[in-house]
């Protein structure tokens, strides 16, 4: 890889992280594409524009597509991040089988089709990165987001299992896993259709209500983004990485430390569970 400019893609960078990297990583020099399921404009200065896709990450075809116009533009790919997902809320028993199909295909087959599309280019060319966007939600079972957490999970076992796959290799992968941040999950947060039941439905109106102001009130977004800036330059990188406020960072240490039913207590009072 070309230590002063790499090739990257982002998924999803029409809104939210993904806008907030692509820029901060355009700015900094780097060769930048984002991608978005519809036709954007690209972003950033003309200096340093954000060359924007068309990719739905939950279709074959559009992956490839999007991977070869790429590299023919580019002529290789030195970074993949995996951004773009997707946030499914109601009860376990109130989500249909195709609303979980839904929040699996965006938030963890879509990563795993980038990167099996991305890989033959990088062994080609000796490197790569693979940087993808987990969520502390996947080390920690939310209720009510339960199918978003198990999506996120599953991320971190691709992760583990694809560093140690890619020995030898010169490709390196990391997991970012975010708290809350103020981005535009909150309002794109997606109900199932039987969410509002009656046997769940007033219990999660008072828990995602209790999600939203943490949401609203979380940190800065860019705070991610500078830290994949760093990751992107750094000689190597590191299982995961958690971002976001302190408390939340503590939470996730507290859990590999403390019993779980202890842990599993806190979080009922931290959501007024009964």
Not at 128 to 142: E, K, N, P, Q
Not at 169 to 183: L, R
Not at 204 to 215: A, F, H, L, N, Q
Not at 235 to 258: A, C, E, H, N, S
Request: hydrophobic share 40%.
């Amino acid at each position: 890889m070309n230590p002063d400019k790499k090739t990257i893609l982002v998924t999803g960078a029409s809104s939210g992280f993904g806008q907030q990297i692509a820029l901060a990583l355009a700015t900094a020099g780097h060769r930048v594409f984002g991608s978005s399921r519809k036709p954007q404009p690209d972003q950033g200065n003309p200096a340093n524009p954000v060359r924007m896709l068309v990719l739905d990450v939950t279709d074959d075809a559009s992956v490839s597509t999007c991977i070869r116009q790429l590299i023919h533009e580019a002529d290789g790919i030195d970074v993949l991040i995996n951004n773009a997902g997707s946030g499914l809320t109601g009860a376990i028993e109130d989500c249909s089988s195709a609303e979980v199909d839904w929040q699996m295909q965006t938030n963890f087959y879509g990563p795993v089709r980038m990167i099996r599309e991305v890989l033959p280019a990088m062994r080609k060319q000796g490197a790569g990165r693979i940087i993808t966007i987990g969520s502390m939600a996947g080390h920690a079972g939310m209720p009510y987001q339960a199918i978003y957490s198990a999506s996120k999970h599953a991320l971190e076992a691709i992760n583990e299992s694809l560093r140690l796959e890619l020995g030898g290799s010169g490709i390196d992968a990391t997991i970012v896993c975010p708290g809350d941040f103020q981005t535009g999950f909150t309002d794109a947060r997606v109900f199932a259709e039987k969410a509002d039941s009656a046997l769940h439905g007033a219990q999660m109106k008072t828990t995602v209500s209790i999600y939203e102001k943490d949401e609203r009130n979380g940190a800065n977004p860019g705070d991610v983004a500078r830290l994949i800036l760093k990751l992107v330059n750094a000689r190597t990188l590191k299982v995961r990485y958690f971002v976001g406020k302190p408390d939340q960072r503590l939470g996730m240490l507290l859990k590999r430390m403390i019993p779980a039913r202890v842990f599993e207590t806190l979080i009922r009072l931290i959501y007024k569970l009964p």
